[in-house]
């Protein structure tokens, strides 16, 4: 572990976070403590503070979901700091069997990950309108059908395309829970780009669907468990894949047809849309979370969680 690595993981330590959740009650003890994953604050900000509204809450990135848990574990025995007020956000993933301890104050997305939330058609229809000018009922509306027609299509293309690469990665994670010896895997580091490339006119697989080597170059010799292989074939279904694929494969797939789209539209001879027109969205990696957050979906669930637990803080005032 590199100096680099190394300070990365000392600051998304639990105990470090531990200790960030001690600063602020200390400075703001009414205040809500939401824990996060990563950069998933950047979806839950405006969500949060609108379940939330009335109260002053306070957001902690985390660094993963491992650290939210413990950070919940270490929180929830204390002496003192059990009785102050936070809430856990966390991914499903690709554990379907995971048990939340504590459903009144940890929320558990019902898809894969936030970014799955970014991938509906209804989301898509109102980054049209939006970012792009194409309405059902305005002058693009022949554009707008189009790339309607155009997502259906490369969506189902996506889906079959990137079905073998998820079953390799949730079987691995099956054989992690199973304490079954498994190759460590540098899921983070694989890049879509890698797996599939988005066009217009379709979507094509770059990996060898029948290789794992293909996509886990560093692995060495990875095997795979065959009871696990098919636990994993068996609880994702390519028909349900908007929920169940890995997020960050889901919303790049979004993000890169989003990108085709943007060049048609700035081109001087544009195909899928009538006229040209200038583009604001950015679409980079790091920022689509943040940047398309108000068109994606909010979960009745999410809503839920959030109304219950306002509902305690306004009668226990």
């Not at 217009?200 to 468990?225: A, C, H, M, R």
């Not at 999410?302 to 637990?309: D, E, K």
């Amino acid at each position: 572990m590199n100096r680099v690595d190394y300070l990365k993981a000392m600051t998304e330590s639990y105990s470090v976070k531990f200790m960030e959740f001690t600063r602020v009650v200390s400075k703001a003890p009414d205040a809500v403590v939401c824990f996060f994953e990563g950069e998933d604050e950047k979806y839950y900000s405006s969500r949060v503070s609108h379940g939330l509204s009335g109260f002053f809450w306070h957001g902690i990135d985390t660094g993963g979901k491992k650290v939210v848990l413990d950070v919940f574990s270490e929180i929830s025995k204390h002496p003192v700091y059990r009785s102050y007020r936070y809430l856990f956000f966390i991914d499903r993933d690709f554990e379907h069997w995971f048990e939340n301890p504590n459903s009144a104050l940890i929320y558990v997305t019902p898809c894969y990950s936030i970014e799955n939330l970014y991938i509906s058609e209804d989301v898509f229809k109102k980054v049209l309108a939006a970012e792009f000018g194409a309405t059902e009922f305005n002058h693009q509306r022949h554009s707008f059908k189009d790339c309607v027609e155009l997502l259906r299509r490369l969506k189902r293309e996506f889906g079959d395309a990137l079905f073998q690469f998820n079953v390799w990665v949730k079987a691995h994670r099956i054989m992690e829970r199973d304490g079954l010896k498994a190759a460590k895997l540098n899921v983070r580091n694989i890049k879509t780009e890698d797996l599939v490339s988005v066009l217009l006119d379709g979507v094509v697989t770059k990996y060898d669907s029948e290789d794992p080597s293909s996509v886990f170059k560093d692995t060495g010799n990875f095997v795979i468990d065959e009871c696990a292989r098919r636990e994993a074939e068996t609880s994702l279904q390519i028909d349900e894949w908007e929920t169940d694929y890995r997020g960050k494969q889901v919303i790049d797939f979004l993000r890169m047809f989003l990108v085709k789209l943007r060049e048609d539209i700035s081109s001087t001879r544009p195909v899928v849309f009538d006229e040209k027109a200038k583009i604001r969205l950015t679409l980079s990696k790091d920022s689509i979370i943040s940047e398309l957050s108000q068109y994606a979906e909010t979960p009745e669930c999410l809503m839920g969680f959030l109304a219950s637990y306002k509902t305690l803080l306004s009668n226990s005032a």
